[in-house]
């Protein structure tokens, strides 16, 4: 248990479908990420929150929309995804730039 | 942007010290070496991290290079639950740039 929660852990989502993942922690810690992670590739950042606000944007495409309401909760929003876009998402956070903390992940797939 | 390069794979047998490598020629001098590992179906985890000195946990042990452009992480006798893809990192702080690379896959064989 690392203190980081995500929900749901697995989603299956038609093209035309709109989800969120639910990133939770109570660290508190002031940096959330979010991560996409495909099979067999490595590890992709593509969003940062510092105190609430968005500081890094990796050029994600904009069916993804990440919210970030307060320090402890960060959102993925997902619509009209592809099926390239089936994926693990992790969910992280640190204080500062300190270590990682991350969540199980929500393994996603898109029909 | 501050890289790091990591050998693909590494095979151990169990119970042998393991060494995985790590290349970061271009560190800044206020670069920290963070090790995070992902053992199968699960999210990353923290090793262990490093700025000038080497470093021991419970988990391993990171030897850093004099000119800090290269780094080691050192499984002092492998199990087959430390069979991962373990990555060398350089956080940038001033952006939370927390960017991984391709790692390397550790087997462990007993």
């Known amino acids: 248990e690392t203190g980081v929660t995500q929900t749901p852990r697995h989603l299956v989502m038609g093209m035309t479908n709109k989800k969120s993942l639910k990133c939770e922690q109570h660290l508190g810690h002031n940096a959330m990420y979010w991560y996409k992670q495909s099979a067999k590739k490595p590890l992709e950042l593509m969003f940062v929150y510092n105190f609430k606000e968005q500081t890094e944007n990796n050029s994600v495409p904009s069916r993804f929309s990440p919210e970030c309401p307060n320090s402890s909760h960060l959102f993925l929003h997902l619509h009209t995804l592809q099926p390239e876009d089936s994926a693990l998402y992790l969910c992280?956070?640190?204080?500062?730039?300190?270590?990682?903390?991350f969540g199980s992940g929500t393994q996603l797939s898109v029909l | 942007d501050a890289k790091t390069t990591q050998p693909n794979s590494m095979e151990s047998n169990e119970e042998e010290p393991v060494h995985l490598p790590c290349n970061h020629s271009t560190i800044s001098g206020t670069d920290y070496i963070h090790w995070y590992r992902q053992l199968p179906s699960q999210g990353p985890e923290y090793v262990i991290h490093?700025?000038?000195s080497n470093v021991n946990n419970r988990m391993a042990s990171l030897a850093i290079a004099e000119d800090r452009k290269s780094s080691t992480l050192i499984l002092h006798r492998a199990t087959l639950r430390d069979a991962a893809v373990y990555y060398c990192?350089?956080?940038?702080?001033?952006?939370?740039?927390?960017?991984f690379g391709a790692g390397t896959r550790l087997t462990v064989k007993p």
């Open positions: 992280a956070s640190s204080q500062l730039s300190e270590k990682l903390f």
């Open positions: 990192i350089l956080p940038q702080y001033n952006n939370n740039d927390m960017r």
């Open positions: 490093g700025l000038t």
